[in-house]
Structures are given as structure tokens and as C-alpha cells.
């Protein structure tokens, strides 16, 4: 019993020691937050007293007070304090340039209180790989957010005074960008207020270090991208930024937090060429996690990475480490889906990505051997067989839009496919698409390029066509829904089509289109085809 009453005493006296500790750090900290007159408003900067100890504890200290703030209401009192240190303590002091050796100790003080700052305002985690958040789940963020931004902004003010604090601002500008582009964007966990905040951070960053513009600040300039202390204010943080995000981008955790999918897409869309080769290896997992998900926003922007990867990477550093391929084949398989966002980003990313894995058939040599089947093949063999079936309006839109491009890729090699296209420009003109008929005119586009590649073979189908294009003269100058520029530009490409057959069968077609007359169709259709048979063409 003795031995039990012992150890509650000796408790008690830990616990006594513990809060007289506390109290005392509340009070040296107020006090030397006071010695630096930062709860007055006077627009003087004081110099620090000879008795003040380095900032680095300082900034230890205040570290140590936000982590330990209990209460959003204490932690917004140190922010402003924080705020008020920045704007108000000789810079002389806040950025000592006497630190030779203990500089690295310095960069690693403020980047930790930049980071316990960031903190601050950090968004909720979902569990797993649950679906987003409620909006109710960040009702709090955009309060917490502007207190941040205006202390960071009044550190960079003050550090981009101070014109040779170059690898300072460097080791903090990092995590200030992400930050910053975190509550910029129009999102569930910012407010308008909030987002001018970031805003004016972002532009407080852009200032400190000399930027231009955004792509400025990560890219830096080609010419001093290798250079020291003395060229470092033009140097790019898109390594620093990828570092920052690089461990919340892996399989298990980018889905937990969902700025990061956006922080980290909005960084690549700003990267162009030559820049972005050297980060490949760090931007291209990402855009391939995100290509994968099952949720059609994360797949589309996943779609829109990789299409910028391949516009802006060399093709020699796409094929290497079979990466091209790779990016290929997480594309195909986006062709079976029904999403019709997703089909046509990925319908565009594959037109340009197959230029990387091999040559279009449209530029190779005749050659007496048969030409083997290759991706342009695979591809247009899916699309068409889908574009037959599909029953979807704004689907069959997608399609027909991105087909003319994949025939002209293709060239004569089209011929390989005729029987498919024959198919899907009968199916294809027999329904209406109103008002502005888009499916019809780009079918229509897409006979007449077909027509121009493979004609020695098109003498086949001429018959079948012919039928096709009369009826859809007939239909549409009648259709009485239809406004006369949309009539009226359906009834030239059909004659273009009729001419670009006929010229095919060199000239047989006139005869049949003459005995067409005023008995089975209309003054406009008759017309139409009297352009046909005036002239010719091939």
C-alpha cells in the first residue's frame, strides 16, 4: 500500500514538473515574441536584442506550439503571430548570412515550419480507396487555409528581399507550390476567399523567386538549369515539387487524399519539352494509375497526362524501356469501354502515340509482299466493329469525328478494311443526327477520303453506295427539321461523294444519275446531281 502511494506521488510531481515546463515555454515564447513587438501594429521594423537566440530556436520553439495547439482557435493566434514575425523582425536576423556552417540547419528550420504550417490546412484522408469525400468533411479547410497563405506569403515577401537567400527559398518553394495550387482550384475544400489567398501566394512565390509565369517556375531557364548559388533564382522546382508528392503517388495512397491526383496533374500539364524527359521515369507511374481507375473523371485525366507525355517526349525516349508500348496497351483497352469522354480522349492520344510505335501505313513504299497487319490496323479493325454496333447518339458522334483522321493514316492500306467501312457508312447515313447532323457529315467525310486513298478498288461498291447517297438526297431535302445551312451542306458533300464514284467508274454513273427526273424526286435533289454530271472527277 506504502508502494502504491509512492508511485502516485511521484506522478503527481512528473505531472507538476511537466505544466511548470509548459508554462514557462508559454512565457519565454511570449516574451520573446513581445521583445520583437509583435502584437503592435507599428509599421517600424525593430532590430532584434543582442539577447534574442538564433531564429533557428525560435523557429523550433513555434514548431512545437502548432503541433501541440489543441484548438483551431489557438492555432489561428500563432498563425497570426507567425504572420507578424515574418513582416516585423529585422530580416538580418530572420536570415542570418554569417550561417557557413550551420545553413543547412537553417533551410531545414523553416522548411520544417513551412511544412507543420501546411499542416495546418491539410486536407482529410478517405479511408482506403472509398469514393470522395463528402463536402461537409472540408468545411473547415478554407478558414484554416487563408491564416496559412497570408504567413507564407509574408515570408516570401520578406525572403525575396533578401536578394542572395536563393537556396532558401529553393528548399521551401516546393512545398509553398503545392500548397498554393492545392486551394487555387475550384474545389469542394475551397472557398472564394480561400482561393484568392492561394492565388496571391502563388503570385508572393512567382515574385520571391524571379519567375515569369508558372511553367517558368518549374522548368526555371535551359540556360542555368545546371548552374550554382548564382543562377539558382532561375532554376525550375519540378524535381522539388515531384519529391514532395512522390510518396503520396504510389498504388496504395494516391486515392487517400484528393488533391493530389490534381496537384499533381495540373504540375505535368504546365511541363513542356525538353523538360519533362528528365522527370519521365516520376511522371509516367502516376498518369498510369490514374489511366487505370474505374472511376471515369480519374481515368480521362489519367488519359490527359499520358497524351501530354506523348506530345511533349521524344520519341527515342518513349520507345526506350518499352515505354510507348506500354502506354499503348494501357490506351487499347479503353476502346472497349462505353464512356464516350473517354473514348475520345483516348481515340486522340492513340493517333499520336502510334506515330511513336511505328510508321503510319499511309507513308510506306509499295512493296510486292503483302503488307503485314499493325497497330493502325488493330485499332481501326476495333473502332469500326464498335462503330457498327453502337447504338448511342453522342457515342456514334465521337466516333464518326475521329474516324477521318484514322483513314488518312491509314492511306491505301484502307483497302484492308473496306468491307468494315462499307458497313458503318450505310449504318451510319441511314440515321439522323440533328440538328447539326454531325454523325452524317463526317461519314460522308469519311467516304470521300476512303474514296480518294483506295479508288481502283472502290468500283465494287459503287453500287451499294449509290443506292445509300440517292436515298439520303431524297430524306434530307425533305426533312423539313433541318435548317437550310445544315440541308444544304449534307446535299454538297453527298455530290461530292457522287462525283468522286463516279469518277472511280470513270464516267458510268452519269447515264444512271441522268434518268433520275422530276417524278420520283424534288427540284433540290435534281439540282444537286445536275453538279455531278457536268463534271468529273477521280
Same mark, same amino acid.
Given at each position: 500500500?506504502?508502494?502504491? /502511494?509512492?508511485?502516485?506521488? $511521484?506522478?503527481?510531481?512528473?505531472?507538476?514538473?511537466?505544466?511548470?515546463?509548459?508554462?514557462?515555454?508559454?512565457?519565454?515564447?511570449?516574451?520573446?515574441? &513581445?521583445?520583437? &513587438?509583435?502584437?503592435?501594429?507599428?509599421?517600424?521594423?525593430?532590430?532584434?536584442?543582442?539577447?534574442? +537566440?538564433?531564429?533557428?530556436?525560435?523557429?523550433?520553439?513555434?514548431?512545437?506550439?502548432?503541433?501541440?495547439?489543441?484548438?483551431?482557435?489557438?492555432?489561428?493566434?500563432?498563425?497570426?503571430?507567425?504572420?507578424?514575425?515574418?513582416?516585423?523582425?529585422?530580416?538580418?536576423?530572420?536570415?542570418?548570412? #554569417?550561417?557557413?556552417?550551420?545553413?543547412?540547419?537553417?533551410?531545414?528550420? /523553416?522548411?520544417?515550419?513551412?511544412?507543420?504550417?501546411?499542416?495546418?490546412?491539410?486536407?482529410?484522408?478517405?479511408?482506403?480507396?472509398?469514393?470522395?469525400?463528402?463536402?461537409?468533411?472540408?468545411?473547415?479547410?478554407?478558414?484554416?487555409?487563408?491564416?496559412?497563405?497570408?504567413?507564407?506569403?509574408?515570408?516570401?515577401?520578406?525572403?525575396? #528581399?533578401?536578394?542572395?537567400?536563393?537556396?532558401?527559398?529553393?528548399?521551401?518553394? +516546393?512545398?509553398?507550390?503545392?500548397?498554393?495550387?492545392? &486551394?487555387?482550384?475550384?474545389?469542394?475544400?475551397?472557398?472564394?476567399?480561400?482561393?484568392?489567398?492561394?492565388?496571391?501566394?502563388?503570385?508572393?512565390?512567382?515574385?520571391?523567386?524571379?519567375?515569369?509565369?508558372?511553367?517558368?517556375?518549374?522548368?526555371?531557364?535551359?540556360?542555368?538549369?545546371?548552374?550554382?548559388?548564382?543562377?539558382?533564382?532561375?532554376?525550375?522546382?519540378?524535381?522539388?515539387?515531384?519529391?514532395?508528392?512522390?510518396?503520396?503517388?504510389?498504388?496504395?495512397?494516391?486515392?487517400?487524399?484528393?488533391?493530389?491526383?490534381?496537384?499533381?496533374?495540373?504540375?505535368?500539364?504546365?511541363?513542356?519539352?525538353?523538360?519533362?524527359?528528365?522527370? =519521365?521515369?516520376?511522371?509516367?507511374?502516376?498518369?498510369?494509375?490514374?489511366?487505370?481507375?474505374?472511376?471515369?473523371? #480519374?481515368?480521362?485525366?489519367?488519359?490527359?497526362?499520358?497524351?501530354?507525355?506523348?506530345? #511533349?517526349?521524344?520519341?527515342?525516349?518513349?520507345?526506350?524501356?518499352?515505354?510507348?508500348?506500354?502506354? /499503348?496497351?494501357?490506351?487499347?483497352?479503353?476502346?472497349?469501354?462505353?464512356?464516350?469522354?473517354?473514348?475520345?480522349?483516348?481515340?486522340?492520344?492513340?493517333?499520336?502515340?502510334?506515330?511513336?510505335?511505328?510508321?503510319?501505313?499511309?507513308?510506306?513504299?509499295?512493296?510486292?509482299?503483302?503488307?503485314?497487319?499493325?497497330?493502325?490496323?488493330?485499332?481501326?479493325?476495333?473502332?469500326?466493329?464498335?462503330?457498327?454496333?453502337?447504338?448511342?447518339?453522342?457515342?456514334?458522334?465521337? /466516333?464518326?469525328?475521329?474516324?477521318?483522321?484514322?483513314?488518312?493514316?491509314?492511306?491505301?492500306?484502307?483497302?484492308? &478494311?473496306?468491307?468494315?467501312?462499307?458497313?458503318?457508312?450505310?449504318?451510319?447515313?441511314?440515321?439522323?443526327?440533328?440538328?447539326?447532323?454531325?454523325?452524317? =457529315? $463526317?461519314?460522308?467525310?469519311?467516304?470521300?477520303?476512303?474514296?480518294?486513298?483506295?479508288?481502283?478498288?472502290?468500283?465494287?461498291?459503287?453500287?451499294?453506295?449509290?443506292?445509300?447517297?440517292?436515298?439520303?438526297?431524297?430524306?434530307?431535302?425533305?426533312?423539313?427539321?433541318?435548317?437550310?445551312?445544315?440541308?444544304?451542306? =449534307?446535299?454538297?458533300?453527298?455530290?461530292?461523294?457522287?462525283?468522286?464514284?463516279?469518277?472511280?467508274?470513270?464516267?458510268?454513273?452519269? +447515264?444512271?444519275?441522268?434518268?433520275?427526273?422530276?417524278?420520283?424526286?424534288?427540284?433540290?435533289?435534281?439540282?444537286?446531281?445536275?453538279?455531278?454530271?457536268?463534271?468529273?472527277?477521280?
Amino acid at each position: 500500500m506504502t508502494q502504491y /502511494y509512492s508511485d502516485l506521488l $511521484k506522478k503527481s510531481k512528473i505531472r507538476t514538473q511537466i505544466s511548470k515546463l509548459s508554462r514557462h515555454l508559454n512565457m519565454e515564447l511570449a516574451c520573446l515574441l &513581445h521583445d520583437l &513587438h509583435l502584437s503592435s501594429s507599428s509599421s517600424e521594423k525593430p532590430l532584434p536584442s543582442p539577447s534574442l +537566440p538564433p531564429i533557428t530556436e525560435l523557429l523550433s520553439r513555434l514548431q512545437e506550439k502548432l503541433i501541440g495547439a489543441s484548438t483551431d482557435c489557438e492555432k489561428s493566434s500563432l498563425i497570426g503571430r507567425v504572420e507578424r514575425l515574418f513582416q516585423t523582425a529585422d530580416p538580418h536576423w530572420l536570415f542570418p548570412a #554569417n550561417q557557413d556552417n550551420g545553413w543547412a540547419e537553417l533551410q531545414d528550420a /523553416y522548411s520544417s515550419l513551412v511544412n507543420v504550417l501546411i499542416g495546418c490546412a491539410a486536407l482529410p484522408l478517405c479511408e482506403g480507396d472509398c469514393d470522395s469525400l463528402p463536402a461537409a468533411a472540408y468545411q473547415s479547410i478554407p478558414s484554416r487555409a487563408g491564416p496559412v497563405c497570408s504567413s507564407l506569403t509574408a515570408l516570401l515577401g520578406t525572403l525575396g #528581399n533578401r536578394g542572395r537567400q536563393t537556396s532558401l527559398l529553393l528548399a521551401v518553394a +516546393p512545398a509553398v507550390a503545392v500548397f498554393a495550387v492545392t &486551394h487555387f482550384q475550384d474545389q469542394a475544400w475551397t472557398s472564394c476567399s480561400s482561393r484568392a489567398a492561394a492565388q496571391s501566394l502563388q503570385e508572393a512565390l512567382l515574385r520571391a523567386g524571379g519567375w515569369r509565369d508558372s511553367p517558368h517556375l518549374l522548368m526555371g531557364d535551359r540556360s542555368q538549369r545546371e548552374e550554382g548559388e548564382e543562377g539558382g533564382k532561375n532554376r525550375g522546382i519540378l524535381g522539388g515539387i515531384l519529391d514532395v508528392l512522390q510518396h503520396q503517388l504510389t498504388k496504395d495512397s494516391w486515392q487517400r487524399c484528393e488533391a493530389v491526383k490534381l496537384v499533381f496533374a495540373w504540375t505535368l500539364l504546365q511541363v513542356t519539352r525538353p523538360s519533362l524527359t528528365p522527370h =519521365l521515369s516520376h511522371l509516367l507511374p502516376p498518369s498510369l494509375l490514374l489511366n487505370d481507375h474505374y472511376r471515369p473523371e #480519374n481515368c480521362m485525366l489519367g488519359v490527359r497526362c499520358l497524351h501530354h507525355i506523348v506530345l #511533349n517526349t521524344p520519341a527515342a525516349d518513349l520507345r526506350q524501356f518499352n515505354r510507348a508500348e506500354v502506354i /499503348y496497351q494501357a490506351l487499347f483497352k479503353h476502346l472497349y469501354t462505353t464512356e464516350t469522354a473517354v473514348i475520345q480522349s483516348v481515340l486522340s492520344c492513340l493517333l499520336d502515340l502510334l506515330l511513336v510505335l511505328e510508321k503510319p501505313p499511309s507513308s510506306l513504299a509499295p512493296s510486292s509482299s503483302r503488307r503485314k497487319p499493325c497497330r493502325h490496323d488493330d485499332v481501326l479493325r476495333l473502332v469500326l466493329r464498335h462503330m457498327e454496333a453502337e447504338d448511342k447518339v453522342a457515342l456514334r458522334r465521337v /466516333y464518326a469525328s475521329a474516324l477521318p483522321l484514322y483513314i488518312d493514316r491509314m492511306g491505301v492500306a484502307v483497302c484492308r &478494311h473496306l468491307r468494315q467501312v462499307e458497313r458503318v457508312v450505310l449504318g451510319y447515313l441511314e440515321v439522323r443526327d440533328p440538328p447539326e447532323e454531325t454523325s452524317r =457529315l $463526317k461519314i460522308l467525310e469519311v467516304l470521300q477520303r476512303t474514296t480518294r486513298a483506295a479508288w481502283p478498288r472502290m468500283a465494287c461498291h459503287v453500287a451499294v453506295l449509290l443506292r445509300c447517297l440517292l436515298k439520303l438526297l431524297v430524306a434530307v431535302s425533305s426533312d423539313c427539321q433541318l435548317s437550310d445551312s445544315v440541308r444544304q451542306k =449534307l446535299m454538297n458533300e453527298t455530290s461530292v461523294c457522287l462525283k468522286l464514284l463516279d469518277g472511280c467508274c470513270h464516267g458510268d454513273l452519269q +447515264p444512271l444519275l441522268q434518268q433520275v427526273d422530276s417524278s420520283c424526286c424534288s427540284s433540290e435533289v435534281l439540282s444537286c446531281l445536275a453538279t455531278v454530271t457536268v463534271t468529273t472527277e477521280r
